[in-house]
């Protein structure tokens, strides 16, 4: 148990469907991140979220659309996916400008799209 | 941030310490070499980090050589549960964003 949650923790949808995944963190941190792993490649950065504000996008298509209402919680809205997006969608949180910057990650939502 | 070169895998007989090695040669002054793990389809676990010091936790310890070009992580005494992908990751400490994770060491711990 790392202090990050993430719900579902497995999904299945059509490449019409909208649907959202959800994290969040019980450790007080500030910033919060959203990776992509895909079968046998390494972890993949999407975005990262500092103090609520996005700072970074990481060349991702539109369909995924990140959503930071405050620094606990975290959502990935996702709409007219595609196959290869399949993949294992973690979320990870770290406390910036403290004295500790390690991330801690959530168990990841498995993603199935058909 | 600088690179680092793991070998793709090693085994380990259950109970004896397990050595997983990293390079990092063109480490620089100011970066911190940290080791985090993935257990099959879970999330990364952060295991021990270290700058220039040898470093010891309830998980491992990190030996870092003196001139900072590469680094063993141990695990005293390995478990089966000890069996995951082991990365290997070198960044300024104190700098948000992205942990560069690259194909890692795969630990088998076998009985």
């Known amino acids: 148990e790392t202090g990050v949650t993430q719900t579902p923790r497995h999904l299945v949808m059509g490449m019409t469907n909208k649907k959202s995944l959800k994290c969040e963190q019980h450790l007080g941190h500030n910033a919060m991140y959203w990776y992509k792993q895909s079968a046998k490649k390494p972890l993949e950065l999407m975005f990262v979220y500092n103090f609520k504000e996005q700072t970074e996008n990481n060349s991702v298509p539109s369909r995924f659309s990140p959503e930071c209402p405050n620094s606990s919680h975290l959502f990935l809205h996702l709409h007219t996916l595609q196959p290869e997006d399949s993949a294992l969608y973690l979320c990870?949180?770290?406390?910036?400008?403290?004295?500790?910057?390690?991330?801690?990650f959530g168990p990841g939502t498995r993603l199935t799209v058909t | 941030d600088a690179k680092t070169t793991q070998p793709p895998s090693m085994d380990c007989a259950e109970g004896r310490a397990a050595n997983l090695p990293c390079n990092h040669s063109?480490?620089?002054?100011?970066?911190?070499v940290y080791w985090y793990r993935q257990i099959h389809s879970q999330g990364p676990q952060y295991i021990i980090h270290?700058?220039?010091n040898n470093e010891t936790n309830e998980m491992a310890s990190l030996i870092i050589t003196e001139d900072r070009k590469s680094s063993t992580l141990i695990l005293p005494h390995a478990t089966l549960r000890d069996t995951a992908v082991y990365y290997c990751i070198v960044r300024v400490r104190g700098s948000q964003g992205n942990l560069i994770f690259g194909k890692g060491t795969k630990l088998s711990v076998k009985p």
């Open positions: 063109t480490i620089s002054g100011n970066e911190y």
């Open positions: 990870a949180s770290s406390q910036v400008g403290g004295s500790s910057y390690e991330q801690y």
């Open positions: 270290g700058l220039k």
